[in-house]
Nanobody, 126 residues
Framework: QAQLVESGGGLVQAGGSLRLSCAAS????????MGWFRQTPGKEREFVAA????????YYADSVKGRFTISRDNTESTVYLQMNSLKPEDTGVYSC???????????????????WGQGTQVTVSS
């Protein structure tokens, strides 16, 4: 059974950096596009970034462009989210998700993804 496990969350001051990791198991990782989402209480899940299975293309929410970088290491079956210049509004539970095999299409919608991790808390203090 496919499984995603996030790590790397924590408390950081505004302007700081964190790197999130998402380790995958139970699937041929290299054939699945991956996404990162975040959620805060009372709000809907928000798209943050995605990377295609081929790693040729990456996608970012406007709010994180230029500050966050998504990458993947298929040999380690892991996707990363490097977060720099963090702001208090970046606070939330960050979850990674896997799209169906060789998927190409809408990477922004949570409904695209069929496997989700449990999430890791990121808190940015002002």
């Amino acid at each position: 059974q496919a499984q995603l496990v996030e790590s790397g969350g924590g408390l950081v001051q505004a302007g700081g950096s964190l790197r999130l990791s998402c380790a995958a198991s139970g699937r041929t990782f290299s054939s699945y596009s991956m996404g990162w989402f975040r959620q805060t209480p009372g709000k809907e899940r928000e798209f943050v970034a995605a990377i295609r299975w081929s790693a040729i293309s990456t996608y970012y929410a406007d709010s994180v462009k230029g500050r966050f970088t998504i990458s993947r290491d298929n040999t380690e079956s892991t996707v990363y989210l490097q977060m720099n210049s963090l702001k208090p509004e970046d606070t939330g539970v960050y979850s990674c998700a896997a799209a169906p095999q060789y998927y190409y299409g809408d990477y922004v919608s949570p409904s695209t993804y069929d496997i989700w991790g449990q999430g890791t808390q990121v808190t940015v203090s002002s």
